[in-house]
């Protein structure tokens, strides 16, 4: 046997997947290599920016992301793969495809099961999947209200993902509740869809550049759960924000379940276009000066214009964070920790806009927060990169929760 054809045979446990980032500002790409018992490798990353428009139409924002989308995968193809063959020295085996989408692309929801009876019942698979079938049905038919009241066409719904947090039995919670008897039985589960058309969409262009015949569609939030919720596995409650260009996204853990989650349309494309329109300059020219200016590396004067309209419209978030905080409180108290993802250069900012007390008011005046930003640096111990490529947290992210499924990292 040669040299190569040993290095070859023992490197075949790897696998080789490719993970995108559908965002509401921007679409990530990465190449990643997973094996069992390993690290998960990451070779190469990509990502291309959306045009940040004025005003958003939802049909040119479709079509600029399912753009970007295909100009992604095609630099993964075209760059990407000639990384992984280098570093793995032999044939590249075919690729697995997923896709995390966050807001607006999917909605999420908790939603609990129930059945309650007044003599014992015996809880039976037939049962639950009944509930289940039940409640997925009724989800989508909310959500497909929900389009028609916001104006939207009404879309064929598909779902994306459904994950037990919590089995209860008369209250007690079981692991196992199949042929056991009682009298209340709950179910609380993770639930995400997506419009059929989108969902069609993303398996066609896995099919079309990389020749899967299937793909992976999860929601963006359930990996960032599932991730802070290993790295704060000792914290009884906290909180998860996501600030994403015009989405934020916060949900609450409890007793290591995602408890319940809300978005308001507001996140970080409104500081650009505020300063745009305050210093009557181009979005791209404000973009800049937001970058310039949080790195404090702009002029006086500049920073003086600037740092007073980020103020303004950091002010115009924080009233919304509250709000939408607040009304979470009222359900169930929570811990004052928040783990914050968000673009790599507003991060800073809006961690210490949220532990600020300044312009809060009755609860974020007399709450203090602390914030932990899930960036590279927190995520580093826990994936490998093989290459010189700039690093992307909400990839890294996705590919810490690819890589903890077994049955995929696995299979051949």
């Known amino acids: 046997m040669g040299f190569l054809s040993l290095i070859r045979r023992g490197r075949s446990k790897e696998k080789l997947a490719v993970v995108f980032d559908v965002s509401s500002g921007s679409v990530g790409g990465a190449l990643i290599s997973l094996a069992p018992g390993e690290n998960p490798k990451i070779f190469y990353t990509t990502r291309l920016a959306l045009p940040v428009k004025e005003a958003i139409d939802s049909k040119r924002f479709i079509e600029e992301t399912f753009r970007a989308l295909d100009l992604v995968a095609e630099d993964i193809r075209k760059h990407g ?124 262009r896995a099919e079309r550049f990389f020749g899967a015949h299937d793909a992976h569609i999860h929601s963006f939030m359930f990996a960032f759960f599932n991730i802070a919720r290993d790295i704060w596995h000792a914290e009884d409650t906290f909180l998860l924000v996501d600030v994403s260009r015009e989405v934020t996204d916060i949900g609450i853990v409890r007793d290591g379940r995602l408890f319940d989650m809300l978005s308001f349309p507001l996140g970080y494309g409104a500081l650009f276009r505020d300063v745009a329109r305050e210093l ?38 924080k009233d919304a964070f509250e709000a939408e905080v607040r009304n979470l409180y009222r359900k169930i108290p929570f811990s004052h920790r928040i783990m914050l993802t968000t673009h790599n250069v507003l991060s800073y900012w809006f961690k210490d806009l949220i532990e600020s007390k300044e312009d809060g008011k009755g609860f974020l005046k007399e709450t203090t927060f ?37 049955d995929i990292v696995s299979s051949r």
């Open 81 to 204: 793969f000639p990384h992984a063959r280098f570093a793995i020295l032999g044939g590249i085996p075919s690729a697995s495809v997923f896709f995390f989408l966050a807001s607006p692309w999917h909605v999420s929801q908790v939603r609990v099961l129930k059945k309650n009876e007044e003599e014992p019942f015996t809880v039976r698979r037939e049962m639950v999947q009944e509930l289940a079938e039940h409640e997925i049905e009724m989800f989508k038919k909310s959500q497909a209200a929900e389009y028609e009241r916001r104006g939207m066409k009404k879309e064929e719904l598909s779902i994306l993902e459904q994950n037990i947090f919590d089995i209860r039995l008369n209250r007690y919670a079981v692991d196992d509740p199949f042929g056991k008897v009682g009298q209340e039985f709950t179910m609380t589960t993770y639930m995400s869809v997506a419009p059929q058309y989108i969902v069609d969409s993303l398996r066609d």
């Open 280 to 317: 009557k300059t181009s979005i791209e020219e404000a973009q800049s000066l937001v970058r310039l200016a949080i790195k404090k590396q702009i002029s006086e004067s500049q920073m003086s214009r600037v740092g007073e309209v980020l103020s303004a419209s950091g002010k115009t978030w």
């Open 370 to 406: 602390e914030v932990a930003l899930l960036n590279s640096a927190v995520l580093s111990d826990f994936y490998r990169f093989k290459g010189r490529i700039e690093e992307d947290p909400f990839l890294a992210i996705e590919t810490i929760f690819i890589s903890k499924d077994k």
